[in-house]
């Protein structure tokens, strides 16, 4: 993982409205945890980490300084993340408190490019090789099987015909 080493650059994170309105969140969290889930988004979207909240690349915070951060009681972040954990949606270590799959949730915004309108078709990167374009799309096939229970149907389809459209697969 790269470190950052001028502080955080990343000014919002995404957020899928259909899933956080409507999904697996809403039945598996009370409020009170998913305003802790969405505060931890938050500190690992500002963290000079991406995807990690920690005070430095090597130094986490204690929970006792995160509850202090968030306001809110260190019984209630002690419960939520207990329950993330088992949920698979973080993991913790000597580093700090990691945001499973962060990499395709919050994908670097700042290299990507803004996605074509629909109706429109995308142009397969010129600075790629057609092999290197192949294992592109491999991969973000890849990432959406891995996502695509927590995306509704439509944006599942969507995603499929963008990924078939920009490598142009059959």
């Given amino acids: 993982m790269k470190e950052k080493t001028f502080g955080p650059s990343r000014t919002w994170i995404k957020l899928y409205t259909t899933e956080c309105l409507r999904g697996s969140i809403r039945d598996e969290l009370t409020v009170e945890e998913r305003s802790v889930w969405f505060d931890l988004l938050l500190m690992a979207g500002d963290s000079r980490v991406d995807g990690i909240i920690c005070a430095t690349a090597r ?13 809110i009681p260190l019984a209630l972040l002690t419960r939520s993340l207990a329950k993330f954990t088992e949920q698979g ?16 949730y ?7 490019k803004k996605a074509p309108e629909e109706g429109t078709e995308p142009e397969p990167s010129k600075e790629l090789s057609p092999k290197s374009l192949e294992k592109q799309a491999a991969r973000d096939a890849k990432d959406l099987h891995s996502i695509r229970d927590q995306l509704s149907p439509e944006r599942v389809a969507a ?4 990924i078939k459209r920009r490598y142009q697969l059959k």
């Fill in 59 to 71: 130094k986490p915070y204690t929970h006792r300084r995160i509850s202090q951060m968030l306001d």
């Fill in 89 to 104: 949606k973080i993991t913790e270590d000597a580093a700090g408190i990691h945001i499973t799959k962060w990499h395709i």
């Fill in 106 to 112: 919050q994908a670097d915004y700042r290299s990507r």
């Fill in 159 to 162: 995603a499929e015909d963008y």
